[in-house]
Every structure is written in structure tokens, then in C-alpha cells.
């Protein structure tokens, strides 16, 4: 059975394992700070020597994906801007692994895009008696907010490489969309919320409402979170209204660490949907929440090896 080794790199924690190619089973799962890599001065070298130890476990793998939180080069060689970790920016990496491991055969790609295509490969493929299709826009909601269209099983890359950066788009308020409902600016949003609400409410109204307080809240059909939530799927909404048009894809899937709130967000979301796309484009139109949860990343990248 076909085994690939996926490495998600990320600003906090770089997490790689044997991902089993069928079942999507993970095991000689590995996790390292990233920070400590970056000060070595040799963060290419350090991640190097974390692939050998599990090569040298598991000789039958020859093919590894890795996905990067930034832009990479067009031909999938080369991070070009990792704001997480600059000391890879340029770097050779995938000649650089290719020369260290003759036998074996490395995928780099945006983890963004990575997520969403372990989406096809690895996640509920019978979710909600619905099986995935081949084309989707991907969302995840997280400090920031990335995203990626899959279209005919691929990763939609645009012209230089890059395209899909929904996060970047002009929003309201003068801001571009993960300045409005990125997680700091979600919470900046709630305090500023509940120190003018007047009416019964569980949040606390001292500056100190966090993300998994505002979705117990809201569980709890608290009449302010389910306020604030609303105010997110609205900004969202009026988002995903722009790109659906664009891109004539009408399933999408929203992923990332403040996808906890997708039921409550879901309303809000559907009414900017309705207001705003033709019949061709909402009839048909699925939103649902992606299905990997904290292995997205690490599945993303060994998806990458198909």
C-alpha cells in the first residue's frame, strides 16, 4: 500500500508523517518549533535532517509533499515570500531536497492549496450523502484568511503561480478581507461590540472575549454572539459573492481554525449569496464546512504526491 511522507511547515510548529495514500491514516507523526530552526541559520538543513529520520524509518516512501504558508514560484521549486519564516525565501528548496535525496521525489506547494486538495483526496467523501466534487473554492478562516479552487482535481494556480489570496481582496471599511474577520480583528470586533451592547449577555466586558468563548456563546444562542457572527458571515458573503462569478464554481468548503463558528456564520453567508448572484450561479451552489480539521495541513501536503 502506497505511502507518502506530508510535511505542513508553519510559523509556529513544523509537523510532518506517514500519511497512508488510501485510508489517509497518519503515523511516525513529528513535531518541532519552528522558531528553532529559524535561529540555526539553517532552517533548509534542520528540515533536511527531520526527512531523513523519516525516510530512514520507512524506506518504502519515495514521494513527499510539503506545504509553505506564503507565495512559491510557478514551477513549485522555490518559496518566493514566507512571511512566517523569510530565511526560506528564494531558497532552492525542492533542488535542495532533490540533491540530498537522489531516490525520492518532493512537492512544494502553498498550504492553503495544499489543504484544499487533501480535501478531495482525504476528507468525507460522503458528507452529507454528497460526494465532492472535482471543482471547489476553499476558504480557511484562521489569523488570517487563505483560500484555493480546486478545478479538475488541480490546484488553480493563475498566471504567475499565486492566484486565490481571498484574504487580500478590498472588503469594507477600507480594508481587505482578513483585516476584517481575521481572528485579532474578529475579537477587536466582538469587545468593541459588547462594550456598546446594552442588552443580557454571557460575554465578558472586559476586552478579554476570545474565539472559543464567542462560539460557547453562541451555542448558547447568546443574542450578541450570534450578532457578532452574523456581522462575519456578512463580510464573507459579500466576499464569496465576488469570486463564485469569477471562477463558476458552485461548491464550497470552509475550513481553518474559526470554522467552529460555520453554522452561525451559514445564515448570513447564504442571505449576501441571495442578494447578490443570478439564478445560474445560486441554484446549484453548496456551502459546507470542510472536513480534516487539524490534519488538513499535514493530508494537504501528502496530497500533493497524487
Known amino acids: 500500500m502506497e505511502q507518502y511522507l506530508g510535511i505542513d511547515v508553519g510559523g509556529t510548529n513544523v509537523k510532518m508523517g506517514i500519511v497512508d495514500a488510501k485510508t489517509g491514516h497518519i503515523s511516525n507523526f513529528y513535531s518541532h518549533d519552528t522558531v528553532s530552526w529559524r535561529k540555526s541559520g539553517k532552517f533548509e538543513e534542520r528540515l533536511a535532517e527531520a526527512i531523513t529520520l523519516q525516510l530512514h524509518d520507512n524506506p518504502e516512501v519515495k514521494k513527499v509533499g510539503i506545504g509553505l504558508p506564503g507565495m512559491?514560484?510557478?514551477?513549485?521549486?522555490?518559496?518566493?515570500?514566507?512571511?512566517?519564516?523569510?530565511?526560506?525565501?528564494?531558497?532552492?528548496?525542492?533542488?535542495?531536497?532533490?540533491n540530498r535525496f537522489v531516490e525520492t521525489t518532493f512537492f512544494l506547494e502553498n498550504d492553503a492549496n495544499a489543504a484544499a486538495l487533501g480535501e478531495f483526496y482525504f476528507g468525507d467523501q460522503d458528507y452529507d450523502q454528497q460526494k465532492i466534487s472535482e471543482n471547489y473554492i476553499f476558504i480557511t478562516l484562521g489569523t488570517g484568511v487563505g483560500g484555493a479552487a480546486i478545478i479538475n482535481k488541480k490546484v488553480f494556480v493563475g498566471g504567475n503561480g499565486n492566484a486565490m489570496e481571498p484574504g487580500h481582496t478590498p472588503s469594507i471599511n477600507g480594508k481587505v478581507l482578513e483585516r476584517n474577520i481575521g481572528k485579532n480583528e474578529l475579537l477587536d470586533m466582538a469587545n468593541s461590540m459588547r462594550k456598546e451592547f446594552a442588552g443580557q449577555t454571557?460575554?465578558?466586558?472586559?476586552?478579554?472575549?476570545?474565539?472559543?468563548?464567542?462560539?460557547?456563546?453562541?451555542?448558547?444562542?447568546?443574542?450578541?454572539?450570534?450578532?457578532?457572527?452574523?456581522?462575519?458571515?456578512?463580510?464573507?458573503?459579500?466576499?464569496?459573492?465576488?469570486?463564485?462569478?469569477?471562477?463558476?464554481?458552485?461548491?464550497?468548503?470552509?475550513?481553518?481554525?474559526?470554522?467552529?463558528?460555520?453554522?452561525?456564520?451559514?445564515?448570513?453567508?447564504?442571505?449576501?449569496?441571495?442578494?447578490?448572484?443570478?439564478k445560474y450561479h445560486r441554484s446549484d451552489l453548496s456551502i459546507?464546512?470542510?472536513?480534516?480539521?487539524?490534519?488538513?495541513?499535514?493530508?494537504?501536503?501528502?496530497?500533493?504526491?497524487?
Open 288 to 306: 459546507r464546512r470542510a472536513t480534516l480539521a487539524n490534519d488538513a495541513g499535514l493530508l494537504g501536503a501528502a496530497s500533493l504526491c497524487f
Open 202 to 278: 454571557i460575554l465578558p466586558n472586559d476586552g478579554t472575549i476570545t474565539t472559543t468563548g464567542l462560539v460557547a456563546a453562541a451555542a448558547q444562542k447568546d443574542i450578541l454572539a450570534l450578532k457578532i457572527f452574523d456581522n462575519v458571515g456578512d463580510i464573507l458573503g459579500t466576499g464569496l459573492a465576488q469570486m463564485i462569478p469569477i471562477l463558476d464554481i458552485n461548491l464550497i468548503l470552509i475550513g481553518g481554525g474559526l470554522s467552529a463558528s460555520f453554522e452561525f456564520i451559514l445564515p448570513a453567508i447564504e442571505r449576501n449569496l441571495d442578494y447578490w448572484l443570478t
Open 72 to 98: 512559491i514560484n510557478r514551477e513549485r521549486t522555490s518559496p518566493l515570500e514566507i512571511t512566517a519564516i523569510p530565511e526560506l525565501n528564494n531558497v532552492p528548496l525542492v533542488d535542495f531536497l532533490s
